[in-house]
């Protein structure tokens, strides 16, 4: 996945980018490294935690959904924390202050902004920024542009945090534009079954009334109980 959206963006390996380089001043190795100017890096893992969550997907009963849930939850926390350690963000290395986490779907970044919505600012606070495809575009092309026309220090890690809560507040639009709709749709079949329905047995009767008051058509006689018929 990583690959392709690389590929896509017009990234070359070796030139914008290297894949599975060990760092120079560690023994660890990011999966892949960006080329900023000035001889800077940006350094991004891929290894994602999907195990319980897929499983969350298919669990049976509302306590295995819980479990699974805070299981999750745990191996996210883990494996920030364990990128935390690996020297991924390094003066020595000439790194940015922060390094990606790339989530490769857009599904499940979406529920972690929407089950642990406090996880990306704990994230952040580790400097590890959470992406997805759709956000990695725009980190890449953002650092860059930011790094050319602004002061690094200053400009760089605020549009990484700007980006990072754009996201949130995209993901919870677009859930609450979601029910919307379905708001939206619910009314209208009501709105049609009035129209359908009622409006159709209203008219009748006040068709039958103007008749009957024009003399066209004579009152139906109340029906009597049967007891007094």
């Known amino acids: 996945m990583a690959d392709d959206i690389l590929r896509a963006s017009g990234l070359a390996e070796g030139v914008q980018y290297r894949k599975n380089r060990t760092l120079d001043t560690a023994a660890t190795r990011p999966d892949f490294t960006f080329l900023l100017p000035e001889g800077k890096k940006l350094n991004m893992d891929v290894k994602f935690p999907l195990d319980n969550w897929l499983k969350l997907l298919h669990a049976a009963t509302e306590d295995d959904r819980a479990r699974l849930k805070k299981e999750f939850e745990r191996d996210v926390k883990a494996r920030i924390k364990e990128i935390q350690g690996r020297g991924y963000v390094s003066v020595e290395e000439g790194t940015l202050d922060y390094v990606l986490l790339f989530i490769p779907n857009e599904q499940v970044y979406g529920f972690i902004q929407e089950n642990y919505p406090g996880l990306v600012d704990d994230a952040l606070a580790h400097k590890v920024v959470l992406c997805s495809p759709f956000t990695l575009y725009a980190v890449l092309g953002v650092v860059r542009q930011s790094f050319d026309n602004f002061h690094f220090a200053q400009a760089t890690q ?25 708001q939206v749709s619910k009314v209208s079949e009501l709105y049609t079954d009035i129209e359908q329905t009622s409006f159709k047995r209203l008219d009748a009767s006040v068709a039958k009334i103007d008749r009957v008051r024009k003399g066209e058509e004579k009152p139906e006689a109340p029906k009597l109980p049967a007891d007094l018929g």
């Open 158 to 182: 605020e549009v990484l945090k700007l980006i990072s809560h754009f996201a949130a507040t995209y993901e919870t639009f677009k859930g609450r534009f979601l029910k919307l709709g379905e």
